[in-house]
T-cell receptor
């Protein structure tokens, strides 16, 4: 069975702090894709990153970075020097190529000025 | 990137009426589209998988007769909430699959009075 766990329900930080959002996944498939999406108050899902199971390289994009570790089945997301505009709900998701994308429960991030 | 248009973005209707939500892939063809439902402060729950030219596949617990899905072409899927009731009020999101990516519409907020 596939499962995505985001244990952090809510995180509150002060602007300019770094924050890491955790994501742990479960799957028996060897080929799969992991995603992170941002959902601001407007509701629209914003795609942030896709990583396939054969690519364990970490990635950095501006203030965002992702740490993919197959050994611990984790795909964590770090925001460096957080800003108020980063306040949103962040979802980690898993797709095993069987078309269905399974979402984690989401982590609500509050960044205070 | 690929664009998925979802319409309407917000709808208010009276109890007992039916509401149709459209999901279009604007610059690509999608043989598979998905419909999700999201309650406040909760994650996205897959309702059904819509395949062009065939019947939709519904997730367990989703009423087929309540949520009618039609995938008439490679760029259009519709979700009709029939005889809507207040408990159907929710945020509905469609997405279109073009492997290995999945693109999401902006969502439709349905309020049933």
């Amino acid at each position: 069975a596939q499962k995505v766990t985001q244990a952090q329900t809510e995180i509150s930080v002060v602007e300019k702090e770094d924050v890491t959002l955790d994501c742990v996944y479960e799957t028996r498939d060897t080929t799969y894709y992991l995603f992170w999406y941002k959902q601001p108050p407007s509701g629209e899902l914003v795609f942030l990153i896709r990583r396939n199971s054969f690519d364990e390289q970490n990635e950095i994009s501006g203030r965002y970075s992702w740490n993919f570790q197959k050994s611990t089945s984790s795909f964590n997301f770090t925001i460096t020097a957080s800003q108020v505009v980063d306040s949103a709900v962040y979802f980690c998701a898993l797709n095993t190529g069987g078309f269905k994308t399974i979402f984690g429960a989401g982590t609500r991030l509050f960044v205070k000025a | 990137g690929a664009v998925v248009s979802q319409h309407p973005s917000w709808v208010i209707c009276k109890s007992g009426t039916s509401v149709k939500i459209e999901c279009r892939s604007l610059d690509f063809q999608a043989t598979t589209m998905f419909w999700y439902r999201q309650f406040p402060k909760q994650s996205l729950m897959l309702m059904a998988t819509s395949n062009e030219g065939s019947k939709a596949t519904y997730e367990q617990g989703v009423e087929k007769d309540k949520f009618l899905i039609n995938h008439a072409s490679l760029t259009l899927s519709t979700l009709t909430v029939t005889s809507a009731h207040p408990e159907d009020s929710s945020f509905y999101i469609c997405s279109a699959l073009t492997l290995p990516s999945q693109y999401f519409g902006a969502g439709t907020r349905l309020s049933v009075l």
